[in-house]
């Protein structure tokens, strides 16, 4: 017997996989945030810092932009 996932199992799994990558983003960011290094001598963060926090806040939005898209094509259905 062979069980064949139906199209909503795949949409299903789409999505947690797009909600993954936006939590994995999310916590890249609060990574960046914790781990930032500020110049002592200019008060500014440093360039390395506001490199990884540029790179980070671009794949959170990137990856919320990614379920947005998929959320109005696929809208989750409501329980009724």
Request: charged residues 30%.
């Amino acid at each position: 017997m062979k069980i064949e996932p139906t199209e909503f199992d795949m949409i299903a799994l789409a999505r947690r996989g797009l909600q993954a990558l936006l939590d994995d983003a999310a916590a890249e960011v609060q990574m960046a945030r914790r781990h930032e290094l500020w110049d002592r001598r200019t008060g500014q963060l440093t360039p390395e810092s506001e490199e990884a926090k540029a790179r980070a806040f671009a794949n959170w939005t990137e990856a919320a932009r990614s379920l947005a898209r998929f959320d109005l094509l696929h809208p989750e259905p409501v329980a009724a």
